[in-house]
Every structure is written in C-alpha cells, then in structure tokens.
C-alpha cells in the first residue's frame, strides 16, 4: 500500500538489515526498489559504489543523497515512481524536515519506507526522525536490548571511554563509538562518570 513508514530503533536494532530484508522481499515479487542512504555515512564503499551495510553481513547497493537533495526533483530525474516501485531510505534520521515532507508526498503514489534512529546521543529527536513521526502513516519500534536486558532506548556516544553528551549531534560510527543502552544503565553511567 502506498503510504509513509517510519521504523525506527536505538543503534543496533537490525534497522539495517531489516532495511535490506524488505528490499529484498520487495524484489522477489518484482518490484524495482530504489534504496537510499545519506552521503554523510560513508562507510561503505565497494568497487566505487555506494553500499549499504548491516552489522550481520547483508549488503546492497544504493544511491546517495545530501541534505540538499530534493527528492521529488530525484524521483521525476531517475523515474522513480511507477507501478511496482518502492524507496526505502536507511538512516533516514539524517534527513531533512522538508525532504521527509517531499517523500510524503511520494508516498501518495509508491510506498516509501524510512528506517533510522528516533534520537540522539543527547536523547533528542533528529530533525528527520522528528518529522517522520508527526507525518508518517505507519510508525514501528524495532526493539533492542540493553546489556542489562532491559529495553534499549538510548544511544550512547563514548569519547575516551566517558559518556558523551555535548558534541555534534551527527558522528558516524558504530559499535567502537556507541552503545544502545536502557535509560536506567545510561543514567548509571552518567553519573560515574561524574565521580
């Protein structure tokens, strides 16, 4: 069905490689699926391409997009609308409010599905992720767990093996810069980290 889906989970939640599940899927019943993924991660690159990347191993293809991008000027320029087509957008925190608002209206005519964090390491909502949720018609929480075993819901920044909670909001990395932990485990270091 053509609408906007937002799913959304901490820093290791399968985001990702569900991202890629669903491409796949899509491909198998013959849909042309255009993945997306910001130029700002540019940790994967494989025989120049751009790639997209799960911690367990999936990888695709995809097209890269600026914060500049326009995507219904994206969408008329590659064709991307049509019968049997689909966007998936990884990483789709890292978009704009008005990118998210022209995807919206993408999704009138083809499915369009972003995955991403809901916040920062500063337990605030990312500008794109932020719009996704107050436009989105479907909305899922991709649940994590914290090494406690509690629910996961912070991502965690680590500098120098301290908490981070100052700092730019965008630093891309992965398991060797960030932890998704319960608010509780977080607070806990938080407050070590004080003494």
């Given amino acids: 069905m053509s609408k906007l889906y ?15 599940m669903c491409k796949f899927n899509y491909e198998q019943k013959g849909f042309t699926v255009y993945l997306f993924k910001p130029v700002v991660d540019d940790r994967h690159v494989e025989d120049g391409k751009s790639m997209v990347y799960s911690r367990i ?9 600026t914060r500049e991008d326009n995507f219904l000027s994206l969408a ?6 049509g019968e ?50 107050e436009i989105a018609e479907s909305l899922m929480e991709i649940k994590s767990v914290c090494r406690c075993g509690r629910k996961a819901t912070v991502n965690v920044r680590f500098v120098n093996g301290k908490v981070a909670t100052e700092g730019e909001e965008i630093l891309i990395g992965g398991d060797e810069k960030y932890e998704s932990m319960c608010y509780n485990c977080y607070k806990k270091l938080l407050e070590e980290n004080k003494g």
């Avoid at 191993?57 to 997009?65: N, Q, R, T, V």
């Avoid at 704009?96 to 499915?111: A, D, G, M, Y």
């Fill in 76 to 81: 008329k320029e590659k064709g991307l609308i």
């Fill in 84 to 133: 049997k087509r689909v966007i998936i957008v990884d990483e789709s925190q890292f978009l704009s409010r008005e990118q998210v608002n022209q995807l919206k209206e993408i999704s009138t005519k083809i499915p369009v599905i972003c995955y991403g964090l809901l916040t920062n390491c500063k337990t605030e909502l990312f500008e794109g992720s932020k719009r996704l949720v």
């Fill in 57 to 65: 191993g999936l990888k695709s293809p995809c097209i890269e997009f």
């Fill in 6 to 20: 937002f799913k959304y989970g901490a820093m290791g939640s399968s985001k990702t490689a569900q991202a890629l």
